[in-house]
């Protein structure tokens, strides 16, 4: 088959991706936090032995790749997968599979749920059209496994602590184990320890509350930092911190207004962080906390 009888436009949108040798392509399946169950692993592995060469290749998005499908086989290869809800990915300038570290359910550091917000974005977003590709991660709290500050969106789990002098046994541990410097010891006017959160310093981690022997430390909130704009690549950039720790509300608003904003402003084949760079950080910013 030749190769202008291909619609590498509409097949590159649904993840089948063309290779160098031109009638061969890769199949990038779509997972939502990296998650298959063990049926749909077995049944990829058999389409990768019927239809590829018996190779599987792990992507850096948390997803599954089959490669050398010749482009006849594409057709039947899909309907086979979809009998065990394996479905096909997304290239291109639209939005991508959802990243996501396993969160609160089973990490003794995470704070945020990140499944259900993986599902939720992915039922609303996946491959919809943006100016380039468009990336987002959920991570459960700032140890930032799932690299959300290298990804267009970037959600990240977070608490503000906050300190009972009452339970306190003055260790002094939490001053030690913060990785950022934020905890502080003051004496008080009657010659008491007091611990002092510096909140500019603070990056909302879960460190002080789980590690605090007597539980002093506790949070006094918990949500979300959304960081805008990460992108690696050839012209890397670390998102920017949008705002902290935000209810769910709130969050889905910012993530909308987001995506939205990338849409309407961004120019074709431009990153949402290049973007952000050309109109400038704090006008993106504003624009987009506006009424929040």
Not at 24 to 32: G, P, Q
Not at 50 to 74: A, F, P
């Amino acid at each position: 088959m030749k190769e202008k009888e291909f619609d590498l436009a509409a097949l590159k949108k649904v993840g089948m991706i063309q290779q160098k040798q031109k009638e061969y392509f890769a199949l990038r399946l779509r997972a939502v936090g990296g998650d298959y169950n063990s049926l749909q692993i077995k049944k990829i592995a058999e389409i990768a032995d019927k239809y590829g060469r018996g190779e599987l290749h792990l992507s850096t998005r948390q997803g599954i790749e089959i490669h050398n499908v010749h482009y006849s086989d594409l057709e039947k290869a899909r309907m086979e997968l979809e009998t065990v809800e394996v479905y096909m990915g997304a290239c291109g300038p639209r939005i991508r599979i959802i990243v996501a570290c396993p969160g609160s359910v089973t990490c003794r550091w995470g704070i945020a749920e990140t499944k259900s917000i993986s599902k939720e974005l992915d039922a609303k977003y996946f491959r919809e059209d943006t100016p380039h590709k468009f990336k987002i991660s959920v991570t459960g709290c700032p140890h930032n496994c799932a690299k959300a500050t290298e990804n267009d969106i970037g959600v990240m789990g977070a608490i503000l602590p906050f300190w009972t002098q009452s339970s306190c046994t003055d260790c002094g541990l939490c001053v030690n184990i913060c990785p950022t410097k934020a905890i502080e010891k003051k004496i008080d006017s009657n010659g008491k320890a007091e611990y002092l959160l510096l909140e500019d310093k603070c990056i909302n981690c879960s460190i002080c509350t789980a590690a605090c022997p007597v539980n002093s430390w506790v949070a006094a909130e918990k949500g979300y930092n959304l960081f805008i704009g990460g992108t690696m690549g050839k012209i890397p950039r670390l998102g920017t911190l949008l705002k902290k720790v935000l209810n769910k509300e709130q969050l889905d608003t910012l993530i909308d207004k987001s995506i939205r904003y990338y849409q309407k402003n961004g120019r074709k084949k431009e990153r949402f962080g290049h973007m952000i760079d050309r109109i400038g950080v704090e006008k993106v910013k504003g624009d987009l906390l506006n009424g929040i």
